[in-house]
């Protein structure tokens, strides 16, 4: 099953790598994704497509939002 996950974050260096490091880590592949700055150019939206099991995509997102730098 697909799934999008839309991250807010702050605008800096190294954190989508950290984030993307994070969901192929977990054997993940992203099938899109897209990082625009915000209105608020001091942060950032990321939007990731994955595949996977409801369950699966709920743990990677509860870590994602344990690195320090997501907002949301």
Request: charged share 25%; aromatic share 2%; glycine share 8%.
């Amino acid at each position: 099953m697909r799934h999008v996950i839309s991250i807010l974050v702050e605008n800096k260096a190294g954190v989508l790598a950290r984030i993307t490091c994070l969901i192929s880590g977990r054997g993940f592949n992203i099938d899109s994704l897209a990082v625009g700055e915000t209105e608020n150019p001091a942060l950032s939206r990321i939007t990731l497509v994955v595949k996977g099991d409801d369950a699966i995509v709920e743990q990677v997102k509860k870590q994602i939002g344990k690195v320090v730098d997501v907002i949301r």
